[in-house]
């Protein structure tokens, strides 16, 4: 299990933090220890040798949903999490209309 740190922030007097503002934050430190974990750069090495391959490569940090029901998995990666809701509910909703589990 991974190892938990905490860090207290300030905020405006007054100013008080949603849930919604949590989760960004909770989202943000996890995408900070994530590009941390990768300083080693071996991602690099395995892009210079597909660019060499011909392909253009590129990268971008996104959202993944997951549904599951029954032994069933839809999993999806958007630009944001409301786009990767809408995407996993498409497929989901896909599901029970074509009436699959």
Do not use: Y
């Not at 909770?26 to 040798?49: F, P, Q, V, Y």
């Not at 011909?54 to 959202?63: K, L, Q, S």
Request: with cysteine.
């Amino acid at each position: 299990m991974p190892s938990t740190n905490s860090r207290a922030l300030g905020s405006p007097r007054g100013a008080a933090l949603s849930d919604t503002d949590r989760e960004l934050l909770d989202a943000i430190a996890e995408t900070l220890a994530g590009l941390r974990e990768d300083a080693d750069e071996k991602w690099h090495d395995i892009a210079r040798r597909l660019e060499a391959a011909g392909w253009e490569v590129g990268w971008r940090i996104g959202w993944i949903a997951e549904a599951r029901r029954r032994g069933v998995h839809e999993q999806v990666v958007g630009r944001s999490r409301a786009d990767a809701f809408a995407q996993l509910a498409s497929l989901a909703l896909l599901d029970d209309v074509e009436g699959c589990p």
